[in-house]
């Protein structure tokens, strides 16, 4: 494990690397606890580089057995090995000359996962960002680019698989009951997209005629048993290389396309160049052990790693800086996949509140940092929502204000110039400035300023006048690193709904950029003003949440109602009904904190009714209006002095309140869904199961018996359904026999489905209330819970600290102070996972003052604690700066 060092590296310091790779010779000779690995690298110096420069290869705990020059065993006078370097001197001035380094790995022993590791007997690599050094020296850096050849010779017997990047070049016997097989890639990549897998798995075949109609073959691995379940991901992979096609005019560039599901694993997935590895809960599926959303994630993680081959592969990055460059750009793309694949209004509303209950904290917390960061510690601690998720927003944004035609043209370009490069945050919106002229100067803020902008509004009607004005301010708070904040590029959506529901259309505006019904603030503080206009107009602002910002607009209540009745937008619709419920929401807590009784605004109950009752509108949006702010979404709204108890219990009190008002409409609901055809996991059967389930927690409430979930769990043929009587019984009713009986049924069932299992695990450590933290500890002796697993630690302890509010932030702090023992327990076997874990702590400021402090003491007995990991270190500092 890499101990901490305290180091930091600044994008500043970036410079091209002294020597240029030329080719990259790979032997591996496998063994689960001594395998041999021969790189054989072609270098030459870089022009004009001081012919003194030694070279200077990374590493990271590797045993060095042989290293050769131009085939020659090198004096050691020459070389000077360190724990994480190897450098080597007196090197030529220009011509090529060959480095052989050989050294031993244990991949058995390698519990980081990171590098080349034993997953259920399967040998394979995560690389990514800074795994390929755990293998062998090596300039690992993605701007480094060369073309692999790969041998593996392993026993046969046990490993009938030998896979690697590229095309299949041949294998034959290689005696000894071993065997060999050899890979070639022609595409330059750099280290982190390598890849090998080798055992003994199941496979599914298919194949992809390409747009120039090339035929490419498809194979997905699984473990023995398990083809069927990869049945969908095969057909979401197909879809994904239409798609590409069809939308962004990609090509795939290889004769072979492999996904191998593995089950441990730290991620999703990764985008090995034709060689995808994927955690296996983002493969398997069926309507027994697979929820809907299991579905919806499985399609839309198989399009982004298929869709990085293009953003990410072909053109990766300079540095680990430029992380946005790929991640952001290929997290829009596989939501536009999705959004054409699935309901495009519903898919919004899932990505903004996600955004907002994971990126929003982040981005206001001491973990805050810009899309594109300017300083690291940890690489491994970048991959997050800020630069995954408001990185996409961000190439959205640009969508946006460049228009649609605009938007290809630049992406055409970025495709013409970069292919085969390393490149830049800059280079990419060049881009789209050389193709439409436009100047990004001032949008480019929104990759180097941390924080979400608070925009307040404020609006004003003259009738007199006929003129309708819009007053917007724009505010970034400071942020880590970051006091001062310069005016941004805020591109806002916007339409004047008139009384009938019709859009007004002005006939002039002053007082800034509108283009199309698109408002640009670039302004601290900027009024907007539309003549023309014959009645007071209600407006509906960042419709499709067109900027990830946070509005403060008093909009009174008949006019939310009025957007949540009329807007065209069904975004915008979803919106009115969030902002009428966070005044009830927020003020029943602070009724529970008072003692008072909670009440209900008769406006959000008719709304929300209505459009509940509303056939005209899809199953799975009326879903997403009864889904209510989560309860750390009302924290955030507070903003201070957290409760969660009384969250919680404000919370519920609202939602009995519009279980009593809207009885007979979730009764009615619930029966008429019921479904009579044979399960389909499309996005419309999809809907209907999430509006029916949505009736059946109401229905819970209202009828305050279990008897309802008892019954939808023995008539359940899907696991959807299944999952959410589950969740219903133990939420809602956690101490009756059914509940137990119905944990119990559950467990046996699926008792040799570890990945159906971990939803068992989440839905107990999810049960509110003080009782949580013994329940998870209890459950932590199960037998079919596996310490080493990430996926079972984050499905029992990760989904505890994360998503039980009142269980996890019990005021005694004992449930921080196990997490605390349990981080530093996993900071041993996985620094990546720890760190990541950890995280879950990141807003304890916001409690109030007894869970805060006992929260700053478990991060503290973190923080002083002996050998953290360089993860662990970071985090836990950077939360209690
Ligand atoms: N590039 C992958 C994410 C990923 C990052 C790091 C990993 O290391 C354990 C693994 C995967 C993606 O965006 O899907
Ligand atoms: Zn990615």
């Given at each position: 494990m890499r101990t901490d060092t305290g180091r930091t590296i600044n994008l500043a310091d970036y410079r091209p690397t002294d020597f240029v790779l030329e080719r990259v010779d790979l032997t591996f000779e496998l063994d689960p606890t001594e395998t041999k690995v021969e790189a054989r690298l072609i270098f030459h110096r870089r022009e004009g580089v001081d012919p003194a420069a030694p070279l200077v290869l990374d590493g990271d705990e590797l045993k060095m057995t042989g290293l050769l020059f131009d085939q020659i065993e090198m004096e050691p006078a020459r070389y000077t090995e360190t724990a994480d370097s190897l450098t080597i001197r007196d090197l030529p001035e220009s011509a090529p000359f060959e480095i052989t380094v050989t050294t031993l790995i244990n991949p058995e022993a390698n519990t980081q996962l990171m590098g080349l590791y034993r997953s259920n007997g399967i040998y394979c690599t995560q690389c990514e960002a800074e795994g390929f050094r755990r293998i062998t020296f090596f300039p690992?850096?993605?701007?480094v680019l060369a073309v692999y050849t790969v041998n593996i010779i392993a026993d046969k017997a046990a490993n009938p698989l030998l896979l690697s990047n590229g095309n299949f070049l041949g294998g034959a016997g290689y005696g000894e009951g071993k065997h060999f097989a050899a890979w070639f890639d022609p595409h330059p990549k750099p280290s982190y997209l390598f890849a090998l897998v080798a055992g003994d798995l199941g496979v599914v075949e298919d194949t992809f005629v390409t747009m120039s109609e090339r035929e490419v073959a498809l194979k997905i691995y699984v473990e023995h048993g398990k083809e069927a379940r990869a049945a969908y991901a095969m057909d979401a992979l197909k879809r994904s290389m239409k798609w590409d096609e069809e939308v962004f005019g990609r090509e795939y560039d290889l004769d072979i396309f492999m996904i191998v599901a593995v089950s441990d694993f730290n991620m999703g997935a990764m985008e090995n160049k034709g060689l995808n590895i994927f955690n296996d809960k983002y493969v398997l599926a069926d309507p027994e052990t697979a929820t809907d959303q299991d579905y919806a994630n499985i399609e839309a993680i198989i399009a982004h790693e298929y869709f990085h081959n293009w953003t990410g592969n072909r053109i990766t990055c300079r540095d680990w800086f430029q992380l946005c460059l790929k991640e952001g750009l290929t997290v829009y793309r596989d939501h536009e996949f999705s959004a054409d694949q699935r309901s495009r209004a519903v898919k919004r509303i899932a990505e903004v509140r996600h955004l907002r209950s994971e990126q929003f904290p982040e981005d206001s917390g001491p973990l805050s940092h810009p899309v594109r960061p300017t300083e690291y510690r940890e690489i491994n601690n970048f991959y997050t929502t800020t630069v995954y998720e408001k990185g996409s927003e961000v190439t959205r944004m640009i969508a946006t204000i460049v228009g649609r035609d605009g938007f290809k043209k630049g992406m055409d370009l970025y495709f013409e110039r970069h292919d085969g490069e390393a490149a830049t945050v800059e280079d990419f919106v060049k881009c789209f400035e050389d193709a439409t002229g436009r100047d990004l100067t001032q949008f480019s803020l929104w990759y180097r300023q941390a924080g979400t902008p608070q925009i307040t509004v404020s609006s004003s009607y003259d009738a007199a006048a006929k003129t309708f004005s819009l007053s917007l301010e724009q505010m970034v708070a400071a942020t880590p690193g970051q006091t001062a904040k310069e005016p941004m590029h805020i591109p806002l959506r916007f339409a004047l709904i008139g009384e009938n529901g019709a859009e007004a259309q002005p006939t002039a505006v002053s007082g800034g950029e509108v283009s199309g019904d698109v408002l640009h603030l670039t302004e601290r503080s900027q009024t907007f003003t539309f003549s023309g206009i014959g009645a007071r107009p209600v407006v509906s602002l960042n419709r499709g949440f067109s900027a990830p910002v946070n509005l403060h607009f008093a909009q009174s209540t008949e006019d939310l109602a009025h957007i949540a009745r009329h807007d065209s937008d069904l975004f915008a619709r979803w919106q009115a009904i969030t902002d009428l419920s966070l005044p009830n929401l927020t003020a029943a807590a602070e009724a529970v904190g008072a003692g008072k009784p909670v009440e209900c605004g008769s406006a959000l109950c008719e709304a929300l009714l209505a459009i509940t009752a509303d056939d005209s509108l899809e199953p799975a949006f009326r879903a997403q209006a009864l889904a209510l702010p989560s309860e750390s979404d009302i924290a955030r709204e507070l903003g201070a002095n957290n409760d969660p108890d009384a969250i919680h219990q404000g919370r519920q009190a609202i939602l009995a309140a519009i279980a009593k008002a809207g009885a007979a409409t979730f009764r009615a609901l619930f029966d008429g869904l019921a479904s009579s055809q044979p399960f389909s996991p499309d996005a419309a059967g999809a809907g209907r199961r999430a509006l029916r389930n949505a009736a059946l927690g109401f229905l819970a409430l209202s009828e305050n018996s279990p008897a309802g979930a008892v019954e939808a769990f023995a008539e359940a043929d899907n696991m959807t359904d299944l999952s959410q009587a589950l969740t219903v019984l133990a939420h809602r009713f956690p101490d009756a026999t059914e509940t137990h009986a119905a944990l119990a049924a559950f467990e046996s069932r699926f008792a040799a489905n570890a990945l159906v299992l971990d939803k068992w695990f989440s839905i107990q450590a999810t049960i509110p209330g003080n009782g949580a933290l013994d329940r998870v500890m209890r459950l932590m002796q199960n037998p079919h819970f596996t310490a080493s697993n990430p996926n079972r630690v984050r499905a029992l302890i990760g989904t505890f600290a994360f998503a039980n509010p009142t269980g996890f932030n019990r005021p005694d702090g004992k449930a921080y102070h196990f997490f605390a023992e349990e981080i530093l327990a996993i900071d041993k076997r996985n620094p990546q996972l720890a760190a990541r874990l950890l995280t879950a702590l990141r807003s304890w400021r916001l409690l109030e003052p007894v869970r805060a402090d006992q929260a700053r003491e478990a991060l503290m007995s973190i923080e002083r604690a002996p050998a953290l990991s360089s993860d662990v270190a970071d985090i836990v500092e950077r939360i209690l700066k």
């Open positions: 690992d850096r993605p701007d």
